[in-house]
Nanobody
Framework: QVQLVESGGGLVQAGGSLRLSCLASGSINSINAMGWYRQAPGKQREFIAQITGGITIRYADSVKGRFTISRDNAKNTVYLQMNSLKPEDTAVYYC????????????WGQGTQVTVSS
């Protein structure tokens, strides 16, 4: 089992920046990929960014060039640096990990609210 705790959300004006953190604990040696998703009111949860093995990184088109994902293995933490924030970035942001398999497991954090005012 892997436990995830996000932090760093808050209220920011459009054009501002926030950095989210996600601390992993438990069976951390089983973690393969770490990433971020978000869910806005009335919408489905959507993929934002993922880092796999500390090397392979991918982003959703909507955040490319504005968001940066990074991972500190020594601290068991994944970060999401969010710059040039827009009101449409307002959502609950969730940390996600995928374990090495088989079997492959997926775990979620409790979420952190990000609100961008116009």
């Amino acid at each position: 089992q892997v436990q995830l705790v996000e932090s760093g959300g808050g209220l920011v004006q459009a054009g501002g920046s926030l950095r989210l953190s996600c601390l992993a604990s438990g069976s951390i040696n089983s973690i393969n990929a770490m990433g971020w998703y978000r869910q806005a009111p009335g919408k489905q949860r959507e993929f934002i960014a993922q880092i796999t093995g500390g090397i392979t990184i991918r982003y959703a088109d909507s955040v490319k060039g504005r968001f940066t994902i990074s991972r500190d293995n020594a601290k068991n933490t994944v970060y999401l640096q969010m710059n040039s924030l827009k009101p449409e970035d307002t959502a609950v942001y969730y940390c996600n990990v995928i374990t090495v398999g088989p079997p492959v497991y997926m775990y979620w954090g409790q979420g952190t609210q990000v609100t961008v005012s116009s």
